[in-house]
């Protein structure tokens, strides 16, 4: 049996680029920094960023482009591709990526700014005897917490 997994929690450095290939298939391109943190045999702290590359298809690569910017907190999970090509000079090169098959995004929409940042700053507390909002009340779409 193989196993070919990648799960990571970090930090987006960039906006994702969204391209179309000549099929007409969506394919987005991000990278998220993980941060490695220890305390060395003299007692100092020490820290070192990994950069990984991600490549989301299809959907994926459609909400990506339109949910995921620069500084986004992101849980990727997918597994490892290396693919190799020729460069404008003839040599061989490498890349190694983590092909998404989910992504979910771990900051709140809205954090620290409007309404949603209200809220959570000071959560409703909840009444037992209240009723429950009719079926056909609008939803407002800022009023979501996700």
């Keep these: 049996m193989d196993l070919n997994k990648v799960m990571l929690i970090g930090n987006v450095t960039r906006d ?51 949910m ?23 040599q061989k090169r490498w890349r190694t990526e983590i092909i998404a098959d989910n992504v979910i995004m771990l900051d709140r929409l809205n954090r620290g700014q409007g309404p949603a940042a209200e809220a959570e700053a000071q959560p409703e507390q909840a009444q037992p005897d209240q009723a429950a909002p009719a079926e056909d009340t609008p939803i407002n779409v800022e009023e979501i917490p996700f």
Excluded: M
Aim: glycine share 8%.
């Design 68 to 90: 995921v910017k620069r500084g986004s907190k992101l849980y990727v999970e997918g597994r490892l591709q290396t693919r190799s090509w020729d460069d404008a000079q003839g």
């Design 16 to 66: 994702p680029e969204v391209r179309t290939t000549a099929q007409g298939t969506a394919v987005a391109t991000l990278t998220v920094a993980t941060n490695l943190r220890w305390t060395n045999s003299a007692g100092e702290r020490q820290e070192k960023a990994e950069f990984h590359n991600v490549v989301a298809w299809r959907k994926l690569a459609d909400i990506c482009g339109q």
